[in-house]
């Protein structure tokens, strides 16, 4: 498999787009006043998007792609913190892909409120479209196979400027994502990932978030957070 491209519809994702907004907004739906924010944004969303299209290109690099503490695709080397655990004969398999949901700007909110409500719901698609391509990923694996949670640019000590690295080998443009000169991806609900397929779950390390202690509670981002309580 090399530059795949999956699609997702607004319909595909909504469920998981919608709990990622809960999340990040802070919502307590037990709350009318949190309910009728959640209205508000429902109805920002369908004014503005009432359809999207999430899109993914993917390569398998295979198990060879993986050495000493590396991804290396022809001259191209990329390392991040959370490879250091993980020795050559645990991965089977390296996948690389982009998510992206497209541009979520709204050009004339007549509130703030409402730009800040459009742009956490084009995170939240793009955060949801990578759950279903996790998910169409896993089905593929043989019942020996554990996938990794997502290594990308500014995660588990990847430079953020990395992105240019997955650039050169994979095919952004055909689901029209680029790279600017700062490592910024176009359009910005874009997300970059490498999934391992290892022989052991127990060489996985753990999602970066759940070992953090910038707060004592947890970030509200992190989906962690509730299961740690």
């Known amino acids: 498999m090399k530059n795949k491209v999956f699609s997702y519809a607004k319909a595909q994702v909504m469920s998981y787009a919608e709990d990622f907004f809960i999340t990040s ?31 993914a290109v993917c390569s398998r690099l295979g198990k060879d792609a993986y050495s000493g503490g590396k991804v290396v695709v022809g001259d191209v080397e990329i390392t991040c913190n959370g490879f250091s655990r993980i020795a050559d004969e645990d991965v089977l398999d390296v996948y690389m892909c982009v998510v992206t949901a497209g541009d979520w700007y709204m050009k004339e ?25 996790e998910d169409q990923l896993k089905s593929t694996l043989a019942d020996d196979g554990f996938l990794s949670d997502p290594f990308g640019p500014g995660y588990y000590g990847m430079p953020s400027s990395d992105t240019h690295k997955f650039a050169e080998i994979l095919d952004m443009s055909l689901i029209g994502v680029e ?31 759940s070992e953090c202690f910038g707060r004592v509670d947890g970030c509200r981002y992190c989906k962690n957070r509730d299961m740690a309580r």
């Open 109 to 133: 909110a007549t509130r703030a409120r409402q730009q800040v409500y459009m742009d956490t719901w084009g995170t939240a698609f793009a955060d949801g479209a990578k759950v279903l391509f």
């Open 179 to 209: 790279v600017r000169d700062s490592g910024i991806m176009v359009p910005l609900k874009s997300i970059a990932a490498i999934y391992l397929v290892t022989n052991n779950e127990s060489v996985l390390p753990p999602m970066a978030c």
């Open 25 to 55: 907004c802070g919502f307590d739906m037990s709350k009318p006043r949190h309910q009728k924010m959640m209205d508000e944004a429902l109805s920002v969303l369908s004014a503005e998007k009432p359809e999207v299209e999430m899109k």
